[in-house]
């Protein structure tokens, strides 16, 4: 099998198992948007993902990403890495979806700079593991509130990363990030209600669609080779 027929034939299961943990949480397919993450191949197998519809890509490094986001410009394109403040220019204008949101500082830095609308989630370290970016609990409140202020800044929901442990064992992860997403709204902690829950990779993706994912980010499924299963 060719390169480009296991990618391509890998996408396709993906794909269906995101299907099939939807249905199991009572929602359709749609329902779910799948972010393939790019970051370990380079432009021609993320356009390989283009040409089979696949129109959302998301990168972790900045640095890495923009010689693929220049090539692909009409992808989607995701950040799902942290971003530091010397970086948003570089951002700004190439990413339609920040993932990593997490401080007041970067809020207002963004802010203070957008002329357009941009898609972004607060990402939240729900799990407390100290080498994981993100907003404590007690932050988010702030950092939407933050984020009131700036009209181009859509805050379109949250983000976590579940600890690298067997799928089961992350599900109190996502759903704490549910609920947290639905105190939020409660609450009204935020102008507009947040609705997107961007939860869930390789390893745990279909309990993070069951337990209401709206997005999930896979990479290694995709790319991997047949022979490293």
């Known amino acids: 099998m060719s390169r480009r027929e296991t990618i391509l034939r890998n996408l396709e299961e993906v794909k269906e198992r995101i299907r099939r943990a939807a249905l199991r949480s009572g929602r359709g397919p749609e329902a779910v948007r799948l972010v393939a993450v790019t970051k370990t191949v380079g432009i021609e ?52 979806w920040l993932h990593t949101v997490d401080r007041v500082r970067l809020v207002e830095f963004i802010g203070k700079r957008l002329r357009f609308p941009l898609d972004a989630l607060v990402e939240v370290n729900i799990s407390g593991e100290e080498q994981k970016h993100g907003a404590r609990l007690e932050e988010v409140k702030g950092v939407l509130e933050a984020a009131c202020r700036y009209p181009f800044l859509n805050i379109r929901g949250l983000m976590t990363m579940a600890p690298f442990v067997p799928a089961e064992e992350a599900r109190p992860v996502f759903r704490q990030l549910r609920e947290l997403m639905e105190e939020a709204n409660r609450q009204g902690w935020y102008s507009r209600p947040l609705t997107e829950l961007s939860m869930g990779m390789t390893n745990d993706f279909e309990v993070a669609v069951e337990e209401g994912a709206t997005i999930v980010r896979i990479g290694t499924a995709i790319f991997r080779r047949r022979e490293e299963e």
Do not use: C, S, Y
Not at 57 to 70: F, H, T, Y
Not at 73 to 83: C, D, N, Q, S, V
């Open 45 to 96: 197998e993320a356009r390989l993902l283009l040409e089979a519809g696949q129109r959302d890509l998301g990168e972790n490094r900045v640095q890495d990403a923009l010689p693929k986001v220049a090539a692909l410009p009409e992808a989607t394109w995701h950040l799902i890495g942290p971003l530091q403040t010397n970086k948003v220019n570089k951002v700004l204008g190439r990413f339609l």
